[in-house]
């Protein structure tokens, strides 16, 4: 809504700065001057005792030399009571004693006929506040005196009584000469369809009147004092005043609380905001018989960007958290999220705090989960994933509850934490390897059991070598480190390869470290990627692994615009790996045959291993390799032939001894 010119300026020349800042602060006299307007005083914004707050009432402005907090009058209203700029205008307005304008003429109707309305919601808090000091209401106090509301608690929420009857309200509104009309749209009576006289809303409850942010009383929410009564809470009907999905209970007292850094806390009816007000939580609310909608989470995240929902500790309060969090995903944007306190089971804020007091409620809210946290159990509690099928649910599920969330930074992030939840719920740890027998004199079996003596001790040359000193797995963790220096460098290329990444079982913790931080990182940059690299396994470790020899010829990582240069290279390491992982696994079953049955089959299945392996592992130049010519006229590789020579020579060698 704009405002007319000089509508502010109006304002401000009503208003007093002295007075507005006088509410909230204590003036320092020794320092003031009060007759020229020049006043002082520790400064509300920030914890301090010194009087460094100064305001000069006469220009209207204020400024602390502490925080260097600055404004006029609807600033500090803004600051202080956490409210927009419109509602601090119209809270200033309202005290001057000025009319906010108007857009039209019809838009002046409908305020003029809210005001009435309002006016008449007044008269029936009044009237039901009475209504509670009277015989009529014994049980009610009763009631309230074992929830532990004392008097001083009913009269700070203005608690009051519906008596049993039809129309007991509407008599006594009828006798001020409210009209009819005005009680109806007030959602205080309703029409008879019996053709009698209309009857009042609320009968035999306990009365909790409901605020809006400004304060005014808007509807009425009221508890059953009838344990047969088929509606324990009823709230009033929606009207020009009231929509209970854009409403909160106790709104405008836990925004200024809010304001002072106490943390939001949204519980679920209107016993447990009064219970957590009363034990110093003032920042309480609660929706009104609804889930929490889209606009109360608006509401929420004026007041605070991360509003802790206080549910009870059930199964019903869990399907309320879910409920929350299927609104909220839409919504989110960065730094506007929930966390989720649940109460011990059985259990709401009130019955915590009267079994065990503030400091228990104190420890469940500091440990307040974050939505992500409360999303994962969902999908997850109760089941399992013992199968790739059931883990393929879950992924599937996972990713489209992620991708209703808007921002895509955010979403990215999500999926990130999500993932990393994943991989410790599916990640088996790698089986220890048993160590390799030995007897005498550091010897090792050879054909026929055998034992041969051990090789010479390596140069030093040699043993600097990384094929030395990796040992069998030289060749597999040579390609590991290019797989792993290329992702890290074209991070692009990391979600196509995810999958394949993960099975990457890697026997040297360094590049176990880089492979999970190139799993879990949210991050697509190079620059951040490598800065957690460098966490994972120390700046010094990343800088040897990215100068290796072995490395630094690898093209891509010179082009690192080629994205599908890197994309063939990570395949392709990847395939080498995995050719050889079975290779491997063959070679060792069929040695373990060797000693039982050596026939043809074992000698076709060494031979399909071998060129299975081959073929994914040669991709050498063929200038680089020496060739024999076969019977048939193929080329055969020399090193090759040779390995294969001396493996069927063992086999035969096998069969000699059976």
Known sequence: MSLPPGFLDELRNRTSL?????????????KSNQAKGDLWAPCPFHQEKSASFHVDDRKGFYYCFGCHAKGDAISFVRETENVEFMEAVEILAREAGLTMPARDPQAAQKADRRAQLSEVMEQAVRWFRLQLRTAAATEARAYLDRRGLKADVQDRFELGFAPDGWQNLWDHLRGQGVAEDLILGAGLAKASD?????????RHRIMFPIRDG?????????????????????????TELFD????????????EAAGKGQPLIVAEGYMDVIALSEAGFAA?????????????????WRITDEPIIALDGDKAGLRAAYRVIDTALPLLTPGKSLRFALMPEGQDPDDLLRAKGPQAVRAVLDQAQPMVQVLWRRETEGRVFDSPERKAALEASLRETIGRIQD?????????????LRWVLFRHKRPAQAPRSSQGRGGRPGPGGRWTPPPEPPSASAKASHLVAAGDDAETQLREVVVLCVLLNTPVLIPEFETRLERLDCADWRHAALRDVLLRSASSDPADLKHEAEAAIGPEALETLLSARHVAVVPCLRRPEDVDLARLTVAEALGKIAAQAGFVAELAEAVEDL?????????????QAAQARNQAVLNRAEDEVEFDLGPNGARIDKEERSAFDALMQQIRFSKGRS
Not at 194 to 202: K, L, T
Not at 220 to 236: C, E
Not at 409 to 417: I, K, Q, S, V
């Open 595 to 607: 000693e039982h049955l050596a026939d043809e089959a074992l000698t076709w299945r060494l031979a």
């Open 244 to 255: 209970k999905g854009r409403s909160l209970y106790n709104h405008a007292p836990a925004r």
């Open 284 to 300: 309480s609310v609660a929706p009104l018989g609804t889930a929490v909608t889209e606009h109360q989470l608006a509401l929420l």
């Open 408 to 420: 895509p930074a955010l979403r990215g992030y999500y999926d990130a934490e999500l993932k990393n």
């Open 18 to 30: 002295a007075q507005v800042v006088g509410r909230k602060v204590l003036w320092d006299n020794r």
């Open 214 to 238: 400004r304060g005014r009383a808007i509807a009425f929410g009221g508890r059953a004092m009838d344990p047969n009564d088929n509606a324990k809470y009823l709230n009033s009907p929606e």
């Open 194 to 202: 019996r053709g009698r006289a209309p009857y009042d809303v609320f």
